[in-house]
């Protein structure tokens, strides 16, 4: 019996896992940030170059970085669920202008409407790689205590907003308060 | 187009930016540059995944080579670079992953299917050494 048995069990076993793994997308990496302290920054801000931008004077709030540039198609792509966001009064969202072109990303919110309350300048990408970030679009939140909570990678949109985002911030500003 | 030379400068003109890739002179102290060499060849480009930051001309990929090099120029070790780099992109940027206990079963997973395989082969001829010799098998035997 065994020996008919065990080779249908194995090829069962094999459907589940490679069917598991062909569901997965493997351009979204999982980020080994989520639950640790959200990296410093000071980044000239893209509307005042003389003034700053840092991680630390958010710190007692929640707040979502999302890391964008004029020449990321998919930037383009989210900016209305960013408009949306914003205007929903939900959370605070600042920009980090990922190795983009300053006048093009000033006339881009111009454009387009600006979601963010302010946007740090990353011109050589370094506090992204600090963030770890591989591909814009990418969106963090941070909590109240200046860690990272969760990481949406690819356009993020309301719905992604509302189901992944949303019960986090109330839950971070629940605890934190 | 037939001469070799002419055929060589054609070869040099489409591949010559390949070699170029990193503008940059190489790194002065031998020991630092095999070790840049060794790094950027280990290391997942993530924004194409199947290349090395090494062979990618990717804007990340160019990032993430200067910041090793200059981590190697001040003199800091292989296993501070990589943690460097786990902490921020995961496990999954090395390509040759550290041993740990997540990647646990992925090293030992090949020993494992080998020893399973062996023993499965071992029982299998165990078995058919103990059978009697078919008939056909003893007509060749014979001839």
């Given amino acids: 019996m065994l020996r008919y048995a065990a080779p249908i069990v194995i090829f069962g076993l094999m459907v589940v896992v490679f069917w598991l793994g062909l569901g997965r997308d493997p351009s979204v990496v999982p980020s080994p940030l989520v639950g640790k302290p959200a990296p410093a920054f000071s980044l000239p801000r893209l509307e005042a170059p003389d003034q700053q931008l840092t991680a630390s004077e958010r710190l007692g709030e929640v707040w979502l970085l999302n890391v964008w540039a004029t020449w990321c198609g998919g930037c383009r792509q989210e900016h209305a669920a960013l408009l949306a966001i914003a205007a929903s009064g939900e959370v605070p969202i600042y920009g980090l202008n990922w190795k983009d072109d300053t006048l093009q990303a000033r006339a881009w919110l111009q454009q387009l409407g600006n979601p963010y309350a302010a946007t740090g300048v990353d011109a050589d990408g370094r506090v992204a790689i600090d963030w770890g970030v591989y591909g814009a679009p990418e969106t963090f939140l941070i909590g109240p205590d200046g860690k990272v909570l969760h990481k949406h990678i690819a356009p993020i949109t309301w719905e992604i907003f509302a189901r992944d985002f949303l019960p986090l911030i109330a839950a971070a500003r629940g605890s934190g308060s | ?143």
């Fill in chain 2, 1 to 143: 187009m037939k001469s070799p030379g002419v055929l060589l400068l054609v070869f040099l003109g489409v591949c010559g930016p390949v070699l170029a890739i990193d503008a940059e002179l190489p790194i002065a102290d031998p020991e630092q540059r095999e070790l840049y060499d060794r790094l950027t060849n280990e290391v997942r480009c993530l924004v194409c995944q199947n290349q090395t930051i090494a062979d990618s001309n990717a804007a990340l990929a160019l990032d993430l080579r200067r910041e090793i090099r200059e981590m190697v120029e001040a003199g800091q070790s292989e296993a501070d670079i990589k943690v460097f780099l786990t902490d921020r992109y995961g496990e999954f940027v090395l390509y040759r992953p550290r041993w740990s206990g997540a990647t646990a079963v992925l090293w030992l997973a090949p020993i494992i299917l080998v020893l399973m395989g062996a023993t499965w082969l071992w029982r299998i001829v165990q078995r058919r050494s103990g059978m009697p010799v078919t008939t056909e098998e003893q007509d060749a035997q014979d001839a």
